[in-house]
């Protein structure tokens, strides 16, 4: 009788508090596929939001090396400041896939690979990372816009000209109008 008892707690607990998969961040796979444009950055990001960005990241092997290092996932946090689309909680998690040792910034590694991103503010689009809660960038580095002296500021070669330049607000009525 004790132990029918015992075993029945047991299942009952067991199916009562279901234990949810960590996910193996080296694991994952961060979409690196291009927008054909703005209006496409718009439409297929989950979130778009001015953020800051916690300089200190978290690597997480792959397991997977190319001849200049060893790639790698790094996570680091940011705290939304305001939402153009989406609802995101006020903190959430990046992700993004580089390389260690980290390549000078004018290596073209850094367009496939870039890493975690630096401290600061921006104007980021981003995608939810299927099956995690964590996000990454959209289209790489088409979905990040340093702010500086309060602007916005297309990476070259990089980001849509049609965010270059733009106040919050600007940068606000510009995204709502395509994503309406």
């Known amino acids: 009788m004790f132990y029918q008892l015992l075993l029945s707690l047991s299942l009952l607990c067991t199916f009562s508090f279901p234990v949810h998969a960590q996910t193996d961040i080296g694991r ?10 703005f209006v496409e950055l718009v439409k297929r990001s989950d979130l ?14 792959t397991g997977r090396t190319i001849p200049q ?12 400041k305001t939402t153009i689309k989406g609802t995101p ?3 959430l998690t990046v992700i993004s896939t580089g390389v260690e040792p980290l390549p000078d910034a004018s290596s073209p590694l850094n367009l496939t690979y870039p890493g975690p991103l630096s401290e600061g503010n921006y104007l980021l ?11 990454s960038t959209a289209g790489l580095w088409q979905g ?37």
């Open 28 to 37: 994952v796979h961060v979409d690196s596929s291009p927008y054909p444009s």
């Open 125 to 135: 689009f981003l995608r939810k990372v299927s099956g995690s809660q964590l996000y």
């Open 89 to 91: 909680s006020r903190r």
């Open 144 to 180: 990040v816009y340093p702010i500086y002296q309060g602007k916005t500021i297309t990476l070259s070669n990089l980001g849509f000209p049609e965010l270059n330049q733009l106040s919050q607000e600007e940068a606000i009525r510009k995204i709502t109008a395509i994503s309406r």
């Open 48 to 61: 778009i939001v001015f953020a800051r960005v916690n300089g200190a990241h978290q690597p997480y092997p």
């Open 69 to 80: 290092g060893k790639i790698v996932n790094f996570t680091q946090s940011l705290q939304v």
